[in-house]
């Protein structure tokens, strides 16, 4: 899936074209859909924004960490739900209690192999989670589109929009083991952002024509004019 999805070479488009393209997708596994997709992200942006005025690169990042769910519409390949949305966790090493429906995991041949069925797996304590493999999903295709086409995001950034997903590890402290100093640090900013994202959104609708200058203006700041995909 990063070998393929790595080529970016489905769709140009901007960012905020990607967040209003995100509005035909239906995530089975969020528990808001009464609004639009672009609504959630506003709502998470906005509640961030009041709270945190100072970090604007905070307030982009909730704007811009679920578009990967574009992988669900046809001109990405209409992956199936369960291969975009949903919890992620680490291959090549033990399947941790806290992953969901991990009773599932009996049935998969990785949890009899020796080589990864062991705590630490294949890695090694400390290594960074940037040398984990994670399960694939639209966490990882936004930041791959985000790094591969030159943002400015701070690290913590890329690293809500690669993690956020990864339930058992912010959620449960799993997987700790792995983590080098840098992980750390960064973990602390997703567990703010976290308070923010799921089952947290405000009944308020969100004047969308009203917030989008400030966010364009995010998103020339740290962003190309236009994206690959």
């Known amino acids: 899936m990063r070998e393929e ?13 990607c967040c209003e393209l995100l509005n035909e997708v239906v995530d089975d596994s969020d528990p808001d859909l009464d609004e639009p997709q672009i609504e959630h992200l506003l709502q998470t942006a906005e509640a961030i924004r009041k709270d945190y ?17 574009v992988l ?5 390949g209409e992956l199936p739900q369960w291969a975009v949305v949903g919890d992620t966790h680490p291959l090549g090493c033990a ?23 062991s705590k ?22 936004m930041y791959l589109v985000a790094k591969e086409n030159g943002t400015t995001l701070p690290q913590a950034g890329l690293f809500i929009v690669r993690y956020h997903s990864f339930y058992p590890l912010h959620r449960c402290g799993a997987y700790k083991q792995f983590m080098n100093k840098e992980d ?11 308070k923010y994202d799921l ?13 989008k200058p400030y966010y364009l203006s995010l998103i020339e700041k740290y962003f190309p004019a236009k994206l690959r995909w």
């Not at 669900?72 to 990405?76: A, D, G, N, Q, T």
Request: proline share 3%.
């Open 53 to 69: 005025p100072d970090e604007d690169w905070l307030h982009l990042t909730a704007l811009i960490h679920d578009l990967g769910k």
């Open 184 to 194: 750390k640090e960064n973990l602390k900013w997703l567990h703010i952002f976290n």
């Open 120 to 141: 630490n797996g294949i890695y090694s304590e400390g290594c960074g989670l940037d040398n984990v493999m994670i399960s694939w999903g639209h966490d990882d295709y």
């Open 95 to 117: 399947f941790d209690e806290s992953i969901v429906h991990h009773k599932y995991f009996k049935e998969n041949p990785d949890t009899y192999n020796h080589e990864f069925n």
């Open 199 to 211: 089952y947290s959104k405000s009944k308020v609708r969100v004047d969308v024509e009203k917030v």
């Open 72 to 76: 669900l519409l046809p001109v990405f």
């Open 5 to 17: 999805y790595g080529k970016l070479n489905r769709v140009e488009m901007s960012i905020w074209e």
